[in-house]
């Protein structure tokens, strides 16, 4: 197969065109310009994209890294010459999430379709090989020069130095009987360890049973024990509570009896007591204390007493009549005789009458004001007169007697019924002591409590039968798991036969892989040194590789072989890059030779060696096209 042109909307690729010859082809650019993009735009063309992948930490798979950065859907042709035939393959995309999922191969000048070729198989029937392959062959990418392991890859190789005989490599082999040897036994996995911890656990589980059927036995019994217990406190506590409940109520009947007449006898009391405070409120003393009434009655008497005997002293006025006519006579005497004298007695006589008439007018007075006193004391008390109104003090006096009577009787049947209360409530208090069966003192509740507590056992001991039957269940039937543990004893017996006859087998293969290793890695060192001698000027003559295909050589002065980490980096990569020859030359199919493609894999190499590298691949390019992607400029290169 050898690739014409390319046409590419991929990446930072955008409708840019690429044209390519036989032989040797040099693509010189700058970092960054686009080569990567080539190299993966050549896989995809033949491959396809993966549309499996995902993107994770670090990493986008080629669905999203080259997804056209104008947007464009992603897609490209390839002109190409296989079989002696031009075809043009094509591949775009109708969606997004499958970019190049569409394909078409014509014949190049044509619509006509070349059959038997699809996007699924177009790489492999065009290449000869699978895309792994490819990868790990004749596609060399951007620092990836060293070859990595693939079983697949090792088959290849095998089969061609073994001249065909070998079908399978052995790495895929020694890994399927140690897949199917881990499947067995594998540390505490595989079947061999699960089957002896399922037996082991069904083995543990028919003894935990045993045992739960004799505790549930054991247990069964107790609790029969339990419920006979249960039932003989029943009836004591039946009982017990019957009879304190009727002495209790006997006792509070009577209390409230009791009660009840106390009750009564306050409420005459108080009848009376407010019938005798009504009367002492209607008397004329009204609700008034006795000693105040008697100590103002006693004042007001006192004072009757003194108006009556100031009232009883009535004035006289015949003197001062006596003494008004001996001064007119005296008058007439004097009128008579003109003596003088005369007239001097008569006014003496007239001043003593007008005297007297003064002391008789100021006595009368004295007297009006004490009777007008008398009347408004009398009046106070709505009484006629003072035995009147002593009489009123002395219902006064009474009533005030009935009233105190009355009160000391209510508060004597007040105090009563308070008792009478308090003796109830003694009572009351006394009968929840006694009906208390839970927390009381009493024979009732002392024989609660026991009830209480043989119950709970009982109901633990039930817990317990319920909690194992729930195990017993949850374990299953003993003889379904006597049964399951025989088959399991019988395939665990095959089994470890079949893990005894994978672990001969591995012996046996292994004793077969020193012989295949013995004519492999020759074949592929030979072809390895004869490159590495080209690239180093015939400094390093042998190359051995290991069946993982890491590599060591041995300079011309050496008497041993360097391994990979005692080698400068751009001597690694001439041994490795002579060892990917060397892959390719016996991986790839003859004839139809597919192209190698080398992505910037020459950056460690100094001129020289580049320049014996670039001879190397001239050689190779005779036989296949080659196509070198590098940002270092070989001599002789020119700008593509």
Not at 132 to 149: E, K, L, M, N, P
Not at 482 to 508: F, G, N, V
Not at 614 to 622: G, S, T
Not at 629 to 637: T, V
Request: hydrophobic share 35%; charged share 30%; net charge neutral.
């Amino acid at each position: 197969m050898r690739i014409n042109k390319m046409t590419a909307s991929f990446g930072k690729l955008e409708n840019e065109s690429l044209s390519l010859h036989p032989g040797l082809n040099v693509i010189y650019a700058p970092n960054e310009s686009g080569k990567s993009t080539w190299c993966a735009f050549i896989r995809a063309m033949l491959y396809g994209v993966d549309t499996t992948e995902r993107a994770r930490a670090g990493y986008l798979p080629d669905k999203l890294r080259y997804a056209p950065w104008s947007g464009a859907p992603m897609e490209g042709s390839m002109e190409l010459t296989a079989g002696g035939c031009d075809i043009t393959i094509t591949r775009s995309t109708r969606q997004k999430n499958a970019p190049m999922r569409e394909f078409s191969a014509t014949y190049t000048g044509s619509n006509v379709p070349v059959e038997g070729l699809n996007g699924s198989n177009a790489g492999e029937q065009l290449t000869g090989v699978s895309k792994d392959v490819f990868r790990r062959s004749a596609y060399i990418g951007q620092g990836a020069v060293a070859v990595t392991g693939s079983p697949e890859l090792e088959k290849r190789i095998s089969s061609i130095v073994s001249t065909g005989e070998e079908q399978t490599s052995y790495s895929e082999a020694d890994e399927r009987l140690r897949q199917w040897q881990r499947k067995r036994r594998y540390n505490r996995r595989g079947q061999l360890p699960e089957l002896e911890s399922k037996m082991d656990e069904t083995q543990r589980r028919l003894e935990l049973m045993q045992g739960s059927i004799q505790d549930i036995e054991s247990l069964e019994k107790r609790l029969e024990q339990a419920g006979e217990e249960c039932r003989r406190l029943e009836q004591q506590v039946t009982e017990s509570r019957k009879r304190q409940r009727r002495e209790a109520l006997d006792r509070l009947s009577a209390g409230r009896a009791e009660s009840d007449k106390c009750s009564a006898a306050h409420d005459a009391a108080m009848a009376e007591l407010s019938e005798r405070r009504e009367e002492l409120r209607k008397s004329r003393f009204g609700t008034q204390s006795l000693r105040e009434t008697e100590e103002q009655v006693r004042r007001d008497m006192d004072s009757l007493n003194e108006l009556k005997e100031k009232a009883s002293k009535k004035p006289n006025a015949l003197l001062a009549v006596v003494f008004f006519i001996l001064a007119i006579a005296a008058a007439a005497v004097y009128t008579a005789l003109g003596n003088w004298l005369i007239i001097a007695g008569a006014a003496v006589f007239c001043a003593v009458a007008v005297y007297l008439l003064m002391g008789y007018s100021k006595a009368r007075q004295a007297v009006n004001r004490a009777k007008e006193q008398r009347r408004e004391i009398y009046g106070k008390y709505h009484v006629g007169g003072s035995a009147e109104l002593r009489e009123a003090l002395e219902e006064h006096r009474r009533l005030s007697q009935a009233v105190e009577e009355a009160d000391k009787e209510e508060k004597r049947c007040r105090l009563a019924y308070e008792n009478a209360r308090e003796m109830q409530r003694g009572l009351e208090e006394t009968a929840m002591a006694e009906l208390d069966f839970a927390g009381g003192n009493s024979e009732a509740a002392r024989l609660s409590r026991e009830l209480a507590a043989a119950r709970a056992g009982a109901q633990r001991l039930s817990q317990q039968i319920a909690e194992i039957n729930g195990r017993l269940a949850a374990m299953g039937d003993p003889l379904v798991l006597s049964s399951s543990l025989s088959s399991m004893r019988e395939e665990y017996e095959i089994i470890s036969k079949e893990y005894d006859a994978i672990a001969l087998a591995l012996d046996t293969l292994k004793e077969a892989d020193t012989e295949i290793q013995s004519r492999f890695s020759p074949e592929l060192g030979k072809l390895a040194a004869e490159y590495m001698s080209a690239v180093t000027g015939g400094r390093y003559l042998d190359v051995f590789i290991n069946r993982d295909f890491s590599a060591r050589t041995r300079t011309s002065g050496d008497s041993i072989a360097r391994d990979s980490e005692y080698l400068s980096a751009g001597t690694l990569d001439l041994m490795y890059l002579a060892v990917r020859l060397a892959v390719c030359r016996l991986a790839l199919p003859e004839g139809e030779n597919c192209p190698l493609i080398i992505d910037d894999a020459l950056v460690n190499l100094d001129e020289t060696r580049l320049e014996q590298a670039m001879e190397l691949l001239k050689q190779i390019a005779r036989e296949r096209q080659v196509i070198l992607f590098s940002c270092r400029k070989p001599k002789g290169a020119t700008d593509d």
